[in-house]
Protein backbone atom coordinates (compact mmCIF):
# COMPACT_ATOMS: atom_id res chain seq x y z
CA UNK A 1 0.00 0.00 0.00
CA UNK A 2 1.11 3.65 0.00
CA UNK A 3 3.79 4.58 2.07
CA UNK A 4 4.55 7.88 3.81
CA UNK A 5 8.17 8.69 5.52
CA UNK A 6 8.41 11.17 7.84
CA UNK A 7 12.28 12.27 8.50
CA UNK A 8 13.70 13.00 11.77
CA UNK A 9 10.74 11.83 14.11
CA UNK A 10 12.23 13.50 16.90
CA UNK A 11 13.69 16.74 16.85
CA UNK A 12 15.43 18.62 19.90
CA UNK A 13 17.00 22.25 19.42
CA UNK A 14 17.54 25.85 20.81
CA UNK A 15 15.65 28.34 20.66
CA UNK A 16 16.17 30.54 17.39
CA UNK A 17 17.30 27.47 14.77
CA UNK A 18 15.48 26.58 11.83
CA UNK A 19 14.36 23.13 11.51
CA UNK A 20 13.52 21.16 8.31
CA UNK A 21 10.68 18.30 8.32
CA UNK A 22 10.86 15.53 5.12
CA UNK A 23 8.03 14.18 3.84
CA UNK A 24 8.09 11.29 1.74
CA UNK A 25 5.85 9.43 -0.46
CA UNK A 26 7.65 6.33 -0.70
CA UNK A 27 5.68 4.43 -3.28
CA UNK A 28 3.64 7.31 -5.31
CA UNK A 29 3.43 10.41 -6.32
CA UNK A 30 1.91 13.16 -4.63
CA UNK A 31 0.75 16.15 -5.92
CA UNK A 32 -0.54 17.50 -3.17
CA UNK A 33 0.41 17.44 0.55
CA UNK A 34 -0.75 18.25 3.68
CA UNK A 35 1.11 19.44 6.72
CA UNK A 36 -0.80 19.20 10.35
CA UNK A 37 0.30 20.27 13.71
CA UNK A 38 -1.04 18.53 16.90
CA UNK A 39 -1.07 19.71 20.35
CA UNK A 40 -1.40 16.77 23.34
CA UNK A 41 -4.48 15.07 23.31
CA UNK A 42 -6.38 17.17 20.25
CA UNK A 43 -7.66 16.84 17.10
CA UNK A 44 -5.25 17.62 13.83
CA UNK A 45 -5.02 21.30 12.90
CA UNK A 46 -4.33 21.52 9.13
CA UNK A 47 -1.47 23.97 8.49
CA UNK A 48 -1.25 24.42 4.96
CA UNK A 49 -1.56 22.34 1.38
CA UNK A 50 1.21 22.02 -0.14
CA UNK A 51 1.50 21.77 -4.20
CA UNK A 52 4.14 20.48 -6.43
CA UNK A 53 5.74 22.96 -8.43
CA UNK A 54 3.66 25.97 -7.10
CA UNK A 55 3.17 28.00 -3.86
CA UNK A 56 1.74 26.35 -0.96
CA UNK A 57 -1.48 27.37 -0.02
CA UNK A 58 -1.73 28.25 3.77
CA UNK A 59 -4.60 27.99 6.00
CA UNK A 60 -5.87 31.00 8.32
CA UNK A 61 -3.79 32.31 11.13
CA UNK A 62 -0.71 30.16 9.99
CA UNK A 63 2.36 32.32 9.33
CA UNK A 64 3.68 31.77 5.61
CA UNK A 65 6.85 33.19 6.79
CA UNK A 66 7.35 30.88 10.11
CA UNK A 67 6.68 27.52 8.48
CA UNK A 68 8.26 28.21 5.34
CA UNK A 69 6.95 24.62 2.60
CA UNK A 70 8.72 23.36 -0.51
CA UNK A 71 7.23 20.85 -3.13
CA UNK A 72 10.13 20.35 -5.12
CA UNK A 73 9.30 16.80 -6.69
CA UNK A 74 6.10 14.45 -7.27
CA UNK A 75 7.60 12.46 -4.58
CA UNK A 76 8.80 15.03 -1.57
CA UNK A 77 7.57 18.32 0.42
CA UNK A 78 9.52 19.55 3.05
CA UNK A 79 8.33 21.84 5.95
CA UNK A 80 10.99 24.21 7.49
CA UNK A 81 10.18 26.22 10.96
CA UNK A 82 12.36 29.35 10.81
CA UNK A 83 13.62 30.91 13.95
CA UNK A 84 11.63 27.94 16.40
CA UNK A 85 10.93 29.09 19.73
CA UNK A 86 9.17 26.98 22.71
CA UNK A 87 5.85 27.73 21.35
CA UNK A 88 6.43 26.10 18.28
CA UNK A 89 7.01 22.66 19.99
CA UNK A 90 4.59 20.23 19.02
CA UNK A 91 3.91 17.23 16.64
CA UNK A 92 3.85 17.47 13.01
CA UNK A 93 2.52 15.03 10.85
CA UNK A 94 2.27 15.11 6.83
CA UNK A 95 -0.09 13.30 4.79
CA UNK A 96 -0.64 12.58 1.59
CA UNK A 97 -2.70 11.20 -1.36
CA UNK A 98 -2.72 9.63 -4.52
CA UNK A 99 -3.95 11.63 -7.00
CA UNK A 100 -7.61 10.23 -7.42
CA UNK A 101 -10.92 10.69 -6.16
CA UNK A 102 -12.28 9.07 -2.87
CA UNK A 103 -8.87 7.75 -2.22
CA UNK A 104 -7.75 8.59 1.43
CA UNK A 105 -4.66 10.31 2.51
CA UNK A 106 -1.47 8.08 3.94
CA UNK A 107 -0.04 9.99 7.01
CA UNK A 108 3.62 9.78 8.34
CA UNK A 109 4.33 8.97 11.54
CA UNK A 110 4.91 12.79 12.57
CA UNK A 111 7.66 14.30 14.32
CA UNK A 112 7.77 15.73 17.49
CA UNK A 113 9.55 19.04 17.76
CA UNK A 114 11.00 19.82 21.14
CA UNK A 115 12.28 23.18 21.37
CA UNK A 116 14.41 24.67 24.64
CA UNK B 1 -18.44 24.53 5.58
CA UNK B 2 -17.52 21.09 6.57
CA UNK B 3 -17.14 19.22 10.18
CA UNK B 4 -17.15 16.29 11.96
CA UNK B 5 -18.44 15.54 15.28
CA UNK B 6 -17.48 12.49 17.64
CA UNK B 7 -18.36 11.06 20.78
CA UNK B 8 -15.89 12.29 23.61
CA UNK B 9 -13.62 10.41 25.12
CA UNK B 10 -11.85 8.83 26.84
CA UNK B 11 -14.03 5.17 26.21
CA UNK B 12 -12.84 2.76 28.73
CA UNK B 13 -13.99 -1.01 27.93
CA UNK B 14 -13.26 -4.71 29.30
CA UNK B 15 -11.54 -6.74 26.62
CA UNK B 16 -13.92 -8.75 24.23
CA UNK B 17 -16.67 -5.59 24.78
CA UNK B 18 -18.77 -3.81 22.56
CA UNK B 19 -17.51 -0.55 20.74
CA UNK B 20 -19.12 2.12 19.33
CA UNK B 21 -17.59 5.35 18.75
CA UNK B 22 -20.55 7.87 17.49
CA UNK B 23 -19.70 10.14 14.18
CA UNK B 24 -21.78 12.79 12.84
CA UNK B 25 -20.89 14.80 9.80
CA UNK B 26 -22.22 18.07 8.16
CA UNK B 27 -20.74 19.06 4.34
CA UNK B 28 -21.14 20.17 0.75
CA UNK B 29 -22.16 17.32 -2.06
CA UNK B 30 -20.79 13.61 -1.51
CA UNK B 31 -17.78 13.49 1.06
CA UNK B 32 -15.65 10.17 1.41
CA UNK B 33 -15.78 9.26 4.72
CA UNK B 34 -12.89 7.42 6.98
CA UNK B 35 -11.90 6.48 10.14
CA UNK B 36 -8.13 6.94 11.35
CA UNK B 37 -6.35 5.47 14.11
CA UNK B 38 -3.12 7.15 16.24
CA UNK B 39 -1.30 4.78 18.38
CA UNK B 40 0.50 6.41 21.31
CA UNK B 41 3.32 8.67 19.89
CA UNK B 42 2.70 7.57 16.35
CA UNK B 43 1.25 9.43 13.13
CA UNK B 44 -2.47 7.98 11.99
CA UNK B 45 -3.33 4.92 10.02
CA UNK B 46 -5.71 4.56 7.93
CA UNK B 47 -8.77 2.20 9.36
CA UNK B 48 -11.36 2.11 7.15
CA UNK B 49 -13.17 4.32 4.43
CA UNK B 50 -16.69 4.34 2.40
CA UNK B 51 -17.04 6.59 -0.33
CA UNK B 52 -20.93 6.78 -1.10
CA UNK B 53 -23.91 6.31 0.82
CA UNK B 54 -24.84 2.70 1.67
CA UNK B 55 -21.35 1.99 1.78
CA UNK B 56 -19.52 -0.16 4.59
CA UNK B 57 -16.08 0.06 5.43
CA UNK B 58 -14.50 -2.52 7.04
CA UNK B 59 -11.19 -3.84 8.60
CA UNK B 60 -9.84 -5.29 11.27
CA UNK B 61 -12.88 -6.21 12.71
CA UNK B 62 -13.90 -2.74 12.83
CA UNK B 63 -16.99 -1.44 10.50
CA UNK B 64 -18.41 1.40 10.02
CA UNK B 65 -21.28 2.47 7.73
CA UNK B 66 -22.10 5.75 5.30
CA UNK B 67 -25.78 6.97 6.44
CA UNK B 68 -26.56 9.59 4.20
CA UNK B 69 -29.96 10.02 5.73
CA UNK B 70 -28.50 10.44 8.95
CA UNK B 71 -25.19 12.12 8.03
CA UNK B 72 -23.51 9.57 10.40
CA UNK B 73 -20.02 7.22 10.02
CA UNK B 74 -20.22 5.06 13.45
CA UNK B 75 -17.25 2.96 14.31
CA UNK B 76 -18.24 -0.56 15.53
CA UNK B 77 -16.60 -3.57 16.94
CA UNK B 78 -18.04 -6.83 18.00
CA UNK B 79 -15.28 -7.61 20.78
CA UNK B 80 -12.18 -5.26 21.19
CA UNK B 81 -8.83 -6.30 22.19
CA UNK B 82 -6.12 -4.67 24.83
CA UNK B 83 -4.21 -3.98 21.60
CA UNK B 84 -7.46 -1.79 20.35
CA UNK B 85 -6.31 0.83 22.62
CA UNK B 86 -5.69 4.32 20.74
CA UNK B 87 -7.51 7.44 19.37
CA UNK B 88 -9.51 7.45 16.61
CA UNK B 89 -10.24 9.65 14.99
CA UNK B 90 -13.81 10.48 11.96
CA UNK B 91 -13.05 12.28 9.30
CA UNK B 92 -14.02 13.50 5.79
CA UNK B 93 -13.13 14.95 2.40
CA UNK B 94 -14.93 15.94 -0.44
CA UNK B 95 -14.23 14.47 -3.75
CA UNK B 96 -12.26 16.50 -6.37
CA UNK B 97 -9.69 19.22 -6.02
CA UNK B 98 -7.13 19.15 -3.09
CA UNK B 99 -9.57 16.95 -1.05
CA UNK B 100 -8.72 18.58 2.27
CA UNK B 101 -9.78 16.37 5.38
CA UNK B 102 -11.85 17.62 7.96
CA UNK B 103 -11.13 15.67 11.00
CA UNK B 104 -13.32 15.35 14.48
CA UNK B 105 -11.46 15.62 17.66
CA UNK B 106 -10.86 12.06 17.99
CA UNK B 107 -11.75 9.51 21.12
CA UNK B 108 -9.50 7.91 23.24
CA UNK B 109 -10.64 4.14 23.50
CA UNK B 110 -8.54 1.91 26.75
CA UNK B 111 -9.22 -1.56 26.60
CA UNK B 112 -8.42 -3.17 30.10
CA UNK B 113 -7.96 -6.78 30.15
Known amino acids: GAVVSQHPSWVICKSGTSVKIECRSL??????MFWYRQFPKQSLMLMAT?????????EQGVEKDKFLINHASLTLSTLTVTSAHPEDSSFYIC????????????FGDGTRLSIL | GNSVTQMEGPVTLSEEAFLTINCTYT??????LFWYVQYPGEGLQLLLK?????DKGSNKGFEATYRKETTSFHLEKGSVQVSDSAVYFC????????????FGTGTKLQVIP
Open chain 1, 27 to 32: DFQATT
Open chain 2, 27 to 32: ATGYPS
Open chain 2, 50 to 54: ATKAD
Open chain 2, 91 to 102: ALANSGGYQKVT
Open chain 1, 95 to 106: SARLDRDGQPQH
Open chain 1, 50 to 58: SNEGSKATY
